[in-house]
Nanobody, 121 residues
Framework: VQLQASGGGWVQAGGSLRLSCADSGRTFSNYGVGWFRQAPGKEREFVASISWSGVITYYQDFVKGRFTVSRDNVKGTVYLQMNRLKSEDTAVYYC???????????????WGQGTLVTVSS
């Protein structure tokens, strides 16, 4: 599994971005995928995750109702649609993969390089 996150950028508060996490190894469909983020000076934290089938999703409370995680196993890509962005959403966003699904960073085996999201208030 070789993950690459993309789609980050600069956006004004209230705007939207869609992040993508692609697997160049094309084995994605067997893995659950999690999104994590790390803001400047803070520890990395869980954002959302999705099971291999897409049936099960988990969200951190602070993104519920604003972010949606989805996947297209044919394309080998997982998405994080982020709406109503706030300045506190500014962070480097990482995707990670594992067999199964989890909210815990330590339980993920494969990590992408991260993509920076900057939300201007």
């Amino acid at each position: 599994v070789q993950l690459q996150a993309s789609g980050g950028g600069w956006v004004q508060a209230g705007g939207s971005l869609r992040l993508s996490c692609a697997d160049s190894g094309r084995t994605f469909s067997n893995y659950g995928v999690g999104w994590f983020r790390q803001a400047p000076g803070k520890e990395r934290e869980f954002v959302a995750s999705i099971s291999w089938s897409g049936v099960i999703t988990y969200y951190q409370d602070f993104v519920k109702g604003r972010f949606t995680v989805s996947r297209d196993n044919v394309k080998g890509t997982v998405y994080l649609q982020m709406n109503r962005l706030k300045s506190e959403d500014t962070a480097v966003y990482y995707c990670a993969a594992r067999i199964g699904i989890s909210r815990k960073e330590s339980e993920y085996d494969y990590w992408g390089q991260g993509t920076l999201v900057t939300v201007s208030s």
